[in-house]
């Protein structure tokens, strides 16, 4: 059987981590990749890290799809390209099914009392929560309900959902809408063998986010000098480190559906070992 595994936001950074940490994790054999993200040349780069992560036993089919998931008008559509062929040539084939929500934007840095225009807030509202949100229910709705296929569906998160952090308000409030979203979801669905929901923050991770927020003269003044000393100190977490726990515990299923979980709440083993009891929201 085959494992499928779609990854927005797979062009770079934690989303090209997690694709690649997928390949590399023991036991899946036989594994389905669908890398989403806007720049199809880094798509391709990422691509060709994943071949070359895949060991001699090892079946990936790894396809690449540029889109770009804030435009509403065109989503649905360029979602169904991606799904449907796979449920016409692997139907029976999936014995389950993985969402990594990834994809997302920082929005307006800055006081609350100076966002930008309602348009340029519009353009964040339609990738950080809109799509986000239709594209986690399509998913289930589409390999859970009518193909009974076991999913899980990971929300990146952060702090920032659960935490406010000045002249970060777009992005705590985009961050905390889709969580909140994710956790009703799992409530609703508690009841199915079918689904579990993670909210998954990452941690301050070495990005190019991460990278322009120590650049920013509109980030709150403690904000920058702590991204300004990581950045110095070489003290942020790497993708890959953040992508590992991830994938691991993904894979282990440790953990209660809806539950948000940090980078800092796993050690290096208990992302395999971590108790289903247990519930950090």
């Known amino acids: 059987m085959t494992v499928l595994v779609v990854v927005t936001g ?23 990749l ?17 071949e070359k992560c895949k060991s001699k036993d090892q079946t990936v089919n790894s396809a690449t799809f540029s889109i770009d998931l804030s435009d509403l008008e065109n989503l649905e559509t ?19 099914a993985i969402l990594i ?8 840095v800055g006081v609350s009392s100076c966002l930008p225009s309602p348009v340029t807030l519009k353009e964040s509202v339609d990738l950080n929560f809109t799509s986000a949100v239709w594209l986690s229910s399509y998913f289930y709705r589409l390999f ?34 889709r969580e909140m979203w994710h956790k009703i979801l799992a409530l609703e669905e508690e009841d ?20 322009f927020l120590g650049s920013s003269n ?14 110095l100190d070489s003290t942020l977490i790497q993708s890959h480190d953040t992508a590992r ?28 070992n971590r108790s289903s009891n247990n519930n950090n929201s």
């Open 10 to 32: 797979a062009s770079r950074g934690i989303g090209r981590s997690i694709a690649i940490e997928f390949v590399k994790a023991g036991g899946l054999r036989n594994l389905e």
């Open 34 to 50: 669908c890398l989403i993200g806007r720049n199809r040349v880094d798509l391709l780069q990422t691509k060709e890290l994943v």
């Open 78 to 96: 360029n979602i169904h390209n991606v799904f449907h062929p796979l449920i016409r040539t692997q139907k029976g084939l999936f014995s389950r």
């Open 101 to 108: 929500n990834n994809a997302g934007s920082l929005g307006h």
């Open 144 to 177: 859970g309900y009518e193909q009974k296929i076991k999913c899980s569906i990971v929300n990146i998160s952060s702090l920032c959902a659960i935490s406010p952090f000045k002249t970060m308000a777009m992005y705590c409030a985009g961050k905390s809408a």
């Open 192 to 211: 199915t063998t079918l689904l579990k929901v993670l909210n998954y923050a990452p941690g301050a991770v070495d990005t190019d986010m991460t990278k």
């Open 218 to 231: 509109t980030l709150d003044g403690d904000l920058s000098s702590f991204y300004k000393q990581s950045l």
């Open 245 to 272: 726990k991830l994938v691991n515990l993904v894979l282990s299923d440790r953990y209660k559906s809806g539950d948000h979980i940090d980078y800092w709440d796993l050690t290096d083993d208990n992302s395999n």
